[in-house]
């Protein structure tokens, strides 16, 4: 059996050219990530009690610098196995089918693969909702506001969101050109229009936005923040005040929702087989969409900070969320708009056009994001398929276009289930927040093995070392404790009722397990022990 039939190696690539870039990757590390997370968390996060009172960009910058590892790993990964669904590939074939099985699943059908798409196109509606809200009070126009009003009904919400999902389909059928195309068009232009309506903002006038804002919304910008700070009755409704916390224990909070805004980095690493000179290519493209990422995720909260306000952002994201009755009592309309980006740079600017131009570019924020995961998730569908963990036929690809036709029409399936199931999901509070930390928990229990396995391999697998571009036994030790330990930590954050302090110090016991595993193995491999040996046969006793 030659090295790439063994188990110690990888399976071969299905045969196509290699013609992703170090650019696509970077458009594929920033267009996964960048959607909910930009467009709403940046506003509405301190919105919440427990949270109010912590900086939001500190929490973001933070949150991208714990993240630095878990880049690493995937980098590394998809440059050292450059295949399909190469953290599949990964674990797999140091851990054996099962755990390369499970934590690949996990993944795709528990968390941010396959579920996340029918949800996504359902939600990316509320952000068209809004822009044609928004524009239909900048021009006192009935028209786009009763449009912006129809875009919120259930019915709608679902037609838009099934046309997307059959657009998608139908575009993965013409093979992987069409899909680059529209990965630049979905990434570059919004990219480049969103940087420039950011800077066309200065200089940043809270007095441009206070104003603009009393003349749409009833004088209510001073009324919506007292209310929300002091409490009181609005039409008999007795509303509670939000009480800030310590700065600290506020910023930690948000901490745990900023780093949920950064997952999506991984996903770049599943069309690994498709990427010319991968070592290169993942190097300049994660390094430049990462750093493009945090800085997009920290300018932005600060921009929108000095424009807003941070009490008027904070009170309006609480009344909209907790006492939405009495937010429309205070500001005069039936339908006030969500707590986003799209509703504050439209007040700022108070121009038709720019709030327009500005929901297209995020609603393609959405798009890229489902573009990006529907191609992963058929590279995973593939790779299982190729290793008879899913039926053969997942694997049968269309000589023209190098798509594999079934693993596309089962993700279509999947999807517009989900999307149908999204509107049981988002009409319970309660059950849609279960749904959240279900995608949350599948993700957090894949960095592990992705963690777990890249210490692993230096240790026990000598063979699949060798096919690393990073034979550094010391970095992978490092990439991978710190990946697995922060997924774990991800994974406690899931309990109801889990403190920050029961994360930290469960989070440390499991770290400390994990090093005393590493320097133990790390001394019996000086001391002449090996460890593929040892565990290839069975104990005497």
């Not at 909910?36 to 910058?61: E, I, K, M, N």
């Not at 140091?94 to 949800?119: D, E, H, K, Q, V």
């Not at 028209?143 to 046309?163: D, H, N, R």
């Amino acid at each position: 059996m030659s090295d790439e039939e063994s188990s110690f190696t990888v399976f071969r690539a299905y045969l196509l050219r290699r013609e992703f870039t170090w650019f696509d990757i970077f458009l594929w590390v920033i267009a996964n990530p960048l959607a909910s997370g930009l467009l709403y968390y940046s506003v509405s996060a301190t919105g919440s009690p427990g949270f109010y009172g912590g900086v939001v960009p500190y929490a973001f910058l933070l949150a991208g610098l714990m993240f630095i590892p878990i880049v690493l790993s995937f980098m590394i990964t998809a440059s050292s196995l450059p295949r399909s669904a190469s953290p599949y590939i990964l674990v797999s074939r140091t851990f054996g089918a099962l755990p390369g099985f499970l934590s690949i699943a996990l993944y795709l059908f528990l968390s941010g693969g396959l579920l996340t798409i029918g949800f996504l196109a359902y939600s990316s509606t509320g952000i068209l909702s809004d822009g044609f809200i928004m524009s239909g009070y900048i021009t006192n126009n009935s028209y786009l506001t009763t449009l912006g009003e129809s875009l919120k009904s259930v019915l709608f919400t679902v037609i838009i969101a099934f046309i997307m999902i059959t657009f998608l389909f139908v575009a993965t059928i013409f093979g992987r050109r069409v899909i680059k195309i529209l990965l630049y068009v979905s990434v570059v232009i919004p990219l480049v229009l969103y940087i420039a309506i950011l800077v066309s903002l200065y200089p940043f006038s809270s007095r441009v936005f206070i104003n603009n804002w009393n003349t749409l919304f009833n004088d209510s910008y001073g009324k919506i923040i007292s209310i929300a700070q002091y409490g009181g009755v609005v039409n008999g409704v007795v509303v509670n005040a939000l009480k800030p916390v310590s700065e600290w224990n506020a910023t930690l909070a948000l901490l745990g929702v900023a780093v949920y805004a950064y997952l999506g980095l991984e996903n770049a690493s599943f069309i690994a087989g498709e990427v010319k000179d991968p070592v290169n290519s993942y190097l300049k493209g994660y390094i430049t969409g990462f750093t493009t990422l945090i800085a997009l995720y920290t300018v932005t909260p600060v921009i929108i900070t000095l424009i807003a306000g941070y009490d008027f952002l904070s009170a309006y994201s609480y009344l909209y969320h907790y006492y939405p009755g009495v937010l429309k009592i205070i500001m005069g309309t039936n339908t006030p708009p969500s707590p986003s980006l799209v509703t504050i740079i439209s007040v700022y600017t108070g121009n038709t056009y720019t709030s327009l131009i500005f929901t297209a570019v995020a609603y393609l924020f959405y798009f890229d994001t489902m573009l990006t995961i529907w191609n992963s998730g058929i590279r995973v569908l593939l790779a299982l398929s190729q290793d008879h963990l899913m039926p053969r036929f997942l694997a049968r690809i269309s000589h023209r276009t190098g798509v594999p036709h079934y693993s596309n029409l089962f993700i279509y399936v999947l999807s517009t289930l989900i999307l149908l199931s999204t509107i049981f999901i988002k009409s319970n509070l309660q059950l849609e927040l279960s749904f959240l930390k279900m995608i949350n928990l599948g993700y957090s229990i894949f960095l592990v093995f992705i963690g777990l396995s890249l210490i692993s391999v230096p240790l026990f697998s000598e063979k699949l070392y060798n096919r690393f571009t990073y034979r550094s036994g010391g970095l992978l030790y490092i990439v991978g404790y710190t990946s697995s330990t922060i997924g774990f930590g991800l994974a406690l954050t899931v309990g109801a009722n889990t403190s920050p302090t029961d994360i930290l110090v469960t989070t440390s016991l499991f770290g400390a397990i994990l090093l005393l595993f590493i320097a133990v193995t790390i001394y019996m491999k000086h001391r002449g022990v090996r460890y593929e040996e040892v565990f290839s046969r069975i104990p005497p006793m």
